[in-house]
């Protein structure tokens, strides 16, 4: 499926510590989770426009809090359920190898990580984690209490106070400043973690090869990224099923489903 030319440029110049990744929604299709802009899933049935976005949640949830509780209850359950894919597992073997310096990815779910990948450079956050709106503690949102928190919301969701219950149950007020916790994710309007965002330029900055995953590449100042590495004299690889917004940027286009051609790399380069 990859090209002789990108094979034999893989083979060539993928060096130690030389090669990063941005990784989008595509990557994780694969394990069950709907991109946002693919057919079919959850965001038919909820726009993103305004479940990814706070004034659309919280207007939601006053008027419409049935609706805010099923999409909490289908958006966890699916999180819940999905497992690392060939392709996040092949990732976590070229860091393994010290072949990938790093895993910038646009992804909420946590499959990187959960596939073994140390380095991983969450721009969007992480589902699976609470943030304080103020001060910005975190604290890992567990799988069991998220579970429970779901099982609660079921039973709960005809009413607006009951909902607010389980909110306040689940997303507590922080014990530093007394604001409350929120999902430690970045939804539409908002900035990105700063620190994160340096530390993906860091990696930007010593790569030759930077590897677009599974991206649509619309969503800024993710999809800034390549332009960046690009000027800082990258060769960008896009691994997508279809063309993405900055496949005119990039030096070799692999075709196909993200599952398929990272293992394929890894058996170019004498790993699988
Ligand atoms: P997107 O939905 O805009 O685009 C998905 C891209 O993946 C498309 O270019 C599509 O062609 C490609 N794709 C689909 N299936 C693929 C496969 N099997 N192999 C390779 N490529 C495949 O996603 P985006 O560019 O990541 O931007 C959307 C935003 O949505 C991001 O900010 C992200 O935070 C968020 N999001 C995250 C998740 C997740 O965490 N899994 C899921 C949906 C949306």
């Not at 941005?22 to 299709?29: P, V």
């Not at 069950?32 to 993103?48: A, H, M, N, S, V």
């Not at 992480?126 to 890992?140: D, G, L, P």
């Not at 997508?240 to 286009?253: Q, R, T, V």
Request: net charge positive.
């Amino acid at each position: 499926m990859i090209p002789e030319k990108v094979r034999n440029y893989i083979k060539n110049n993928f060096k130690e510590g030389k090669v990063a990744c941005l990784t989008g929604a595509g990557i994780s299709a694969e394990s069950g989770i709907p991109t946002f802009r693919g057919k079919g899933g959850l965001w038919e049935r909820y726009d993103p426009e305004v479940y990814a976005n706070t004034s659309g949640l919280i207007s939601t949830l006053r008027t419409h809090p049935q609706d805010l509780a099923n999409f909490i209850v289908d958006f966890y359950s699916l999180l819940l359920k999905a497992h690392p894919n060939p392709a996040h597992r092949a990732l976590a073997i070229l860091e393994k190898e010290n072949i990938l310096s790093s895993t910038i990815t646009q992804n909420i779910d946590g499959l990187h990580r959960q596939a073994g990948s140390q380095n991983v450079i969450e721009l969007h956050g992480n589902a699976f984690r609470i943030r304080c709106t103020q001060c910005s503690n975190t604290v890992v949102f567990e799988k069991d209490k998220l579970r429970e928190m779901l099982e609660l919301f079921k039973i709960n969701k005809d009413s607006y106070i009951k909902i607010l219950k389980v909110l306040s149950r689940y997303f507590p007020r922080c014990a530093t400043c007394g604001l409350r916790y929120r999902i430690d994710i970045v939804l539409f309007g908002e900035i990105l973690p700063q620190d994160e965002l340096s530390r993906a330029y860091k990696h930007l900055n010593n790569c030759d090869v930077l590897l677009l995953i599974g991206s649509s590449l619309l969503v800024y100042p993710a999809a800034g990224l390549p332009l960046y590495a690009k000027e800082k004299g990258a060769k960008i690889i896009e691994v997508n099923n279809e063309p993405s917004a900055l496949s005119g940027l990039c030096d070799y286009i692999i075709t196909g489903r993200a599952s398929e051609v990272l293992p394929e790399i890894l058996g170019v380069l004498g790993y699988a």
